[in-house]
T-cell receptor, first 114, second 114 residues
């Protein structure tokens, strides 16, 4: 019940295309859903996050879509660029009960081809 | 502001040896986390501190791992004795207490156990 399942494991997109990464969770107590971006040799960095009171959040080229009833959320990267090539992790947390501990998915390695 | 600092960046040891990692969080951040990231997987929480007290160490293998956060600032994570399966990147993250949920990660220490 604490798992966060992420797919696909890897993704290749052409420059200018749309990258879509999906995550599913089981614990209905989760109330915070961030996406982290990680480049080789670096720690993860917060990209965008959403709370369950909204169904969509957009920041620049990055959008989170959230479906509470299906217990799923996804990251959309519009106009994907070679500089977006990195590993993306979805995560979930129950800030009300677990002091904010993040449960991470296994990651998606994105390659954007020029 | 300066980010989360970690040292060393890389460490190679033989199994059954001991090793220690150091973390200096962002100034003023009361919450500190240690994560283990095995190659190809998402980070997994090992231990969480609030100031100098342990909040959650339920996933810390206490027979070989130990951690402390003296004076509520810097933290050290120790492994003794190391096993082959401890080869991973050890990430430190910190968070400000309050309304922000964002965790800021350091660059990590890559441990190889031979």
């Amino acid at each position: 019940q604490q798992q966060v399942k992420q797919s696909p494991q890897s993704l290749i997109v052409q420059k200018g295309g749309i990258s879509i990464i999906n995550c599913a969770y089981e614990n209905t107590a989760f109330d915070y859903f961030p996406w982290y971006q990680q480049f080789p040799g670096k720690g993860p960095a917060l990209l965008i996050a959403i709370r369950p009171d909204v169904s969509e959040k957009k920041e620049g080229r990055f959008t989170i879509s959230f479906n509470k009833s299906a217990k799923q959320f996804s990251l959309h990267i519009m106009d994907s660029q070679p500089g977006d090539s990195a590993t993306y992790f979805c995560a979930a947390s129950n800030y009300g009960g677990s002091q904010g501990n993040l449960i991470f998915g296994k990651g998606t390695k994105l390659s954007v081809k020029p | 502001e300066a980010g989360v600092a970690q040292s060393p960046r890389y460490k190679i040891i033989e199994k059954r040896q001991s090793v220690a990692f150091w973390c200096n969080p962002i100034s003023g951040h009361a919450t500190l986390y240690w994560y283990q990231q095995i190659l190809g997987q998402g980070p997994k929480l090992l231990i969480q501190f609030q100031n100098n007290g342990v909040v959650d160490d339920s996933q810390l293998p206490k027979d070989r791992f130990s951690a402390e956060r003296l004076k509520g600032v810097d933290s050290t994570l120790k492994i003794q004795p190391a096993k082959l399966e401890d080869s991973a990147v050890y990430l430190c993250a910190s968070r400000s207490v309050g309304t922000s949920f964002e965790q800021y990660f350091g660059p990590g220490t890559r441990l190889t156990v031979t």
